[in-house]
């Protein structure tokens, strides 16, 4: 079946430094992948999300980068901010459906 | 602007009592979805709407079913609510299917935090 995991559960950053938050799936055949941000009380907000097509893809201020050899997403967070504290979930999308499998999540603390 | 609004925020429910969570959208979009999150854990589709096309995930237990009267509204019912359904309710929105174009996002509502007593 599909899964998604995460390597680190929580981390934690100095402000400014960048952040790299890590993400492991299963399913080598699923084609999208999104990063979504879950501020505390609210619903998830999608960041950047990236085909199975390409190996890196660029917003502003994050780079999600795709490794499908071991199967491997990472969320590139440039100049941490604050604002950026919040649960990061990486989620894979099933082939052909529509249901995004979610990984367990990553807590992001910012520190002064 | 609220874009995806979830009405009530915050729902107590007795065991077994039927119970309603709405979620209304301003962005005329096609897709609706409910996801479940429990403490801690990452959310979970129950099912989504493409316009008035039911998809139900294989796993989303019976009791839980889902109105679409129109493009603005979707209702989530839980019919026989156990100590086990309290969690959190997300309610979603994307233009079309995410993941179809390049333009799609899948917007999120803030949530009904849902306690079963």
């Known amino acids: 079946g599909e899964s998604v995991g995460l390597h680190l559960p929580t981390l934690s950053v100095q402000e400014g430094d960048n952040s790299i938050i890590n993400c492991a799936y299963s399913n080598s055949a699923s084609d999208y992948f999104i990063w979504y941000k879950q501020e505390s009380g609210k619903g998830p907000q999608f960041i950047i999300d990236i085909r199975s097509n390409m190996d890196k893809r660029q917003g502003q201020r994050v780079t999600v980068l795709l490794n499908k050899t071991v199967k491997h997403l990472s969320l590139q967070i440039a100049a941490t901010q604050p604002g950026d504290s919040a649960v990061y979930f990486c989620?894979?999308?099933?082939?052909?459906?529509?249901?995004?499998?979610f990984g367990p999540g990553t807590r992001l603390s910012v520190l002064p | 602007d609220a874009m995806v609004i979830q009405n009530p925020r915050y729902q107590v429910t007795q065991f077994g009592k039927p119970v309603t969570l709405s979620c209304s959208q301003t962005?005329?979009?096609?897709?609706m979805y409910w996801y479940q999150q429990k403490s801690s854990q990452a959310p979970k589709l129950l099912f989504h709407?493409?316009?008035?096309?039911?998809?139900n995930e294989a796993d989303t237990p019976d009791n839980f079913q889902s109105r679409r009267p129109n493009t603005s509204f979707c209702f989530l019912d839980i019919r026989s609510p156990g100590l086990g359904d309290a969690a959190m309710y997300l309610c979603?929105?994307?233009?079309?299917?995410?993941?179809?174009?390049?333009?799609?996002?899948?917007?999120f509502g803030p949530g009904t935090r849902l306690t079963v007593l």
């Open positions: 962005l005329n979009h096609n897709v």
């Open positions: 979603a929105t994307s233009r079309t299917l995410v993941g179809v174009t390049s333009t799609d996002t899948q917007y």
């Open positions: 709407y493409y316009d008035k096309d039911f998809n």
């Open positions: 989620a894979e999308r099933a082939t052909g459906g529509q249901n995004f499998v």
